[in-house]
C-alpha cells in the first residue's frame, strides 16, 4: 500500500469531529468552486449570506437548484435526445432536439406556503410565472404564453424531499387565463407523484406526449 492509500484509509477510519479538524486544516489551500475566487470570499461566506436572506431569495435559490439538478442530472439521462446549449434571457430553461422536432422546458419548483408544501383543493401547486417583474406596453411581462415553451418540469423536493422528483406536463394541458387564454394561469395544480394520463414522472413519457 502507497503512503497515499495509507492515508486516505487513515482518513476513512476518523471520526466525524477528526475529518471536520483536518479539513479546516486544509481549507485554505482548496478552492470548492470558483465562485470563491470571482466573489473573493469562502463558499462558506456565500452559504451563510443565503441561510441569512428572506424567504424571497432562498427561493430563488432553491429554484435554480432544481433547473440545475435538472440540466445536470436529469436531462444526460434521457436516451435519443440531445440537449441544446441554453439561451440567455430565453423563456425556457433547457431544450431537448430528436430527429429534428425540438422541445422546449420550463423548470419551476413546487410551491412553498410558511415552509411547507402549499396545498390548493388538495393538490399540490406550482406558480408558473416569471420571477421579476416588469411591464411592456402597459401589460405586465411575468405571465407566461402558451407559445414561450412546450413542457412544464416540476421539482417536488418540497414533498419527496429529493432534488431528482420531477413531475412533467406539456404545456397544452395547462389551465389558461379565463380573461386572456393566451397566457398560463399562474397556479398550476399538481397531482401526486407518479402518472395520470395527463401530467407524469417519467420525463420520456412527457416528452412523447409533447405534440
Given at each position: 500500500m502507497s503512503d497515499w492509500q495509507?492515508?486516505?484509509?487513515?482518513?476513512?477510519?476518523?471520526?466525524?469531529?477528526?475529518?471536520?479538524?483536518?479539513?479546516?486544516?486544509?481549507?485554505?489551500?482548496?478552492?470548492?468552486?470558483?465562485?470563491?475566487?470571482?466573489?473573493?470570499?469562502?463558499?462558506?461566506?456565500?452559504?451563510?449570506?443565503?441561510?441569512?436572506?428572506?424567504?424571497?431569495?432562498?427561493?430563488?435559490?432553491?429554484?435554480?437548484?432544481?433547473?440545475c439538478v435538472?440540466?445536470?442530472?436529469?436531462?444526460?439521462?434521457?436516451?435519443?435526445?440531445?440537449?441544446?446549449?441554453?439561451?440567455?434571457?430565453?423563456?425556457?430553461?433547457?431544450?431537448?432536439?430528436?430527429?429534428?422536432?425540438?422541445?422546449?422546458?420550463?423548470?419551476?419548483?413546487?410551491?412553498?406556503?410558511?415552509?411547507?408544501?402549499?396545498?390548493?383543493?388538495?393538490?399540490?401547486?406550482?406558480?408558473?410565472?416569471r420571477t421579476r417583474t416588469g411591464n411592456k406596453n402597459g401589460e405586465s411581462t411575468r405571465p407566461y404564453r402558451f407559445t414561450e415553451f412546450d413542457l412544464l418540469a416540476v421539482a417536488m423536493q418540497a414533498s419527496t424531499g429529493s432534488w431528482h422528483s420531477f413531475m412533467y406536463v406539456p404545456t397544452k394541458n395547462l389551465t389558461p387565463k379565463r380573461d386572456k387564454p393566451e397566457e398560463i394561469e399562474t397556479f398550476q395544480s399538481v397531482p401526486e407523484f407518479g402518472d395520470d394520463g395527463v401530467w407524469t414522472s417519467d420525463l420520456l413519457t412527457a416528452l412523447s406526449r409533447v405534440k
Open positions: 495509507a492515508l486516505l484509509s487513515a482518513i476513512r477510519l476518523c471520526t466525524a469531529e477528526q475529518k471536520q479538524e483536518i479539513f479546516a486544516e486544509v481549507r485554505d489551500s482548496i478552492l470548492i468552486h470558483n465562485l470563491e475566487r470571482s466573489f473573493h470570499v469562502r463558499a462558506e461566506v456565500i452559504l451563510e449570506a443565503i441561510a441569512r436572506s428572506p424567504d424571497i431569495t432562498q427561493r430563488g435559490v432553491r429554484g435554480l437548484i432544481a433547473e435538472f440540466v445536470m442530472d436529469v436531462l444526460p439521462t434521457v436516451k435519443g435526445w440531445e440537449s441544446e446549449p441554453a439561451v440567455p434571457e430565453a423563456s425556457y430553461d433547457a431544450c431537448l432536439i430528436k430527429d429534428g422536432r425540438r422541445v422546449r422546458i420550463q423548470v419551476k419548483m413546487q410551491r412553498r406556503e410558511a415552509g411547507q408544501p402549499m396545498l390548493r383543493r388538495g393538490q399540490h401547486v406550482v406558480e408558473v410565472q
